[in-house]
């Protein structure tokens, strides 16, 4: 039977998870690299704990040794490093440790493989990033598209390409850049903008917030759902040769468009008056004004048009980028926040009712 053994760096976030689950449904032995911290970040993986074929190990994408060690240990046949520092906005904010986990980390990765004489038997997937194309030079961008990077985060990855496609050409290797256009899921981030937006849509609907802000509505982004695009990098290594692939859904949506579909998903109509930085988002029935544009969320560059065309991945790898449509993608998180503002509501008033007997001697 063939050994079917992955490793995955940045196995606590969003597509980390997903993958794990999907690989484990393929029969993988599932490895997955976590840091060491005061604080906890498993609660996306926490399920799979305790899974027979699903391990945890200590590592770091900055210290090259343990990276080296747990490869060594693991001896894996595919790699997906999907570890990063990936907010934009956090890259101006923190340049140095950016281009450490992004780019030079990629670096380690390839030579933790190559110390361990894995260049023949390990598989590689380097999680790369629409940023890459950043001020957009045409549209839709596909794999030839020309590169003008307009962030640290977007420098930082695009270091991470070249140097996949170095070792590639220079060793041989089969190993890979799934250039990911925005990918998103219940499972975000709460500071990324749809995350932001959904939960902002669930509190607003239910009485915990008064107002959403937000940066540039006009802002044009592919948006995918990551449950999907996690199969697409599976079957990127699974592809006769080594190759770069555009992972995109071939369909674009301005922010104003995702919040219209979150506020609706949320029982709330909106309606848009004004331009720029007077924009604002009105709610259509009591006429309460819930969206505004705020300049706080305006970055120093800004990329406004990122639109990919899946048309490889489909041709070649067989993958549908449509499987879960726009509108069912936003439904889906809306409904999941919904019902997690409503729970933590619950559990603040239990905590509230608790603290108050126990000042009152009610309880022990």
């Known amino acids: 039977m063939e050994r079917k ?67 060594a240990q693991v001896e894996p046949t595919e790699i997906y490093n999907l570890a990063a520092q990936s907010h934009v906005q956090v890259s101006f904010d923190s340049p140095e440790f950016t281009a450490d986990v992004d780019a030079t980390g990629v670096l380690r990765i390839l030579e933790a493989v190559r110390a361990n004489h894995l260049e023949k038997k390990c598989r590689i997937y380097q999680a790369s990033t629409s940023e890459l194309y950043g001020k957009v030079e045409e549209v839709p961008q596909n794999e030839n598209t020309p590169f003008h990077p307009y962030s640290p985060y977007a420098v930082a990855k695009l270091y991470g390409y070249w140097i996949i496609k170095e070792y590639r050409e220079a060793y041989n290797m089969f190993c890979c850049s799934g250039i990911l256009f925005n990918h998103e899921s219940e499972r975000r981030g709460e500071t990324f ?30 948006w995918g759902y990551a449950k999907d695009y996690v199969e697409c990098m599976w079957l990127i290594l699974q592809h006769d040769t080594p190759e770069d692939f555009v992972i995109a859904t071939g369909v674009q949506h301005s922010v104003r468009e995702f919040c219209l579909y979150a506020f609706r998903a949320a029982g709330i109509e909106l309606e848009f008056k004004g331009e720029g930085m007077d924009e604002k988002g009105y709610d259509v029935k009591s006429g309460k004004c819930l969206v505004e544009v705020s300049p706080d969320f305006y970055r120093p560059t800004d990329v406004v048009n990122l639109w990919g065309d899946p048309t490889k991945a489909k041709k070649e ?14 439904s889906i998180m809306v409904k999941h926040d919904m019902q997690k503002v409503a729970a933590d509501h619950v559990a603040s008033v239990m905590r509230t009712n608790l603290a108050e007997y126990l000042e009152k001697g009610l309880v022990k």
């Open 193 to 222: 903008v749809t995350r932001k937006i959904t939960l902002a849509a669930a509190r607003i609907a239910q009485g915990k917030q008064e107002k959403l802000y937000l940066g540039n509505l006009s802002s044009l982004r592919d």
């Open 5 to 71: 053994v992955a490793l995955i760096t940045g196995v606590t976030g969003q597509d980390g998870s997903y993958l794990a689950e999907f690989l484990i449904g393929k029969g993988y032995d599932v490895h997955g690299i976590i840091r060491r911290s005061s604080v906890d970040y498993r609660e996306r993986i926490a399920h799979l704990e305790g899974h027979c074929q699903f391990h945890l190990h200590y590592a770091d994408m900055s210290d090259s040794m343990s990276l080296v060690k747990v490869v």
């Open 317 to 330: 790898l067989g993958w549908n980028p449509q499987k879960t449509t726009f509108e069912e993608l936003v």
